[in-house]
């Protein structure tokens, strides 16, 4: 009887372990989706101002301004929540393109991002001044993606 026992603490215990995995690997997928999200708002702002600095849509003071706000809203966010260890590539498959160089050089990827704040505040301060101005900034804020994602974004 007392092995019996045995058993089915240790077989409650097991399942209780399995669902915290699975509710851990759950909120894994919700922190990578969280992030996505964060790269699909960046995008979307600078889409709007890359496609008027290039000429391919005119150019709105305005529009300009609201853009670039948003651009260096959501550089400044704190995403530490999102960026936790164990949602790399390696860790999760199919699921995310983040290197797992991200954390294993952790310094190097805080000054990346660090560049990129600098450059969305920068082109907030101008983007809705003029066309010039706005072009002038934008390829900072470019640049400050490209690190990122060219030293710690893997291949499609």
Not at 7 to 16: E, K, N, P, R, Y
Not at 60 to 82: F, Y
Not at 140 to 154: I, V
């Amino acid at each position: 009887m007392k092995s019996l026992k045995l058993l089915i603490g240790v077989c409650v215990l097991s399942a209780g372990m399995a669902g915290t995995s699975a509710l851990a690997d759950g909120h894994l997928e919700g922190v990578i989706k969280a992030r996505k999200a964060v790269m699909q708002l960046y995008a979307h702002n600078l889409g709007i101002l890359g496609a008027m600095a290039k000429g391919e849509a005119d150019y709105d003071a305005a529009r300009a301004a609201a853009a670039a706000n948003n651009l260096k809203a959501v550089a400044n966010l704190d995403q530490n929540s999102v960026w936790p260890e164990g949602t790399d590539n390696a860790s999760m498959p199919g699921k995310t393109r983040a290197l797992p160089e991200i954390w294993s050089t952790y310094p190097a990827v805080v000054d990346k991002s660090n560049a990129l704040k600098d450059a969305a505040n920068a082109l907030a301060e101008v983007a809705g001044n003029d066309l010039a101005s706005l072009r002038g900034a934008i390829g900072g804020a470019g640049k400050g993606c490209g690190g990122c994602h060219e030293t710690f974004r893997a291949e499609q």
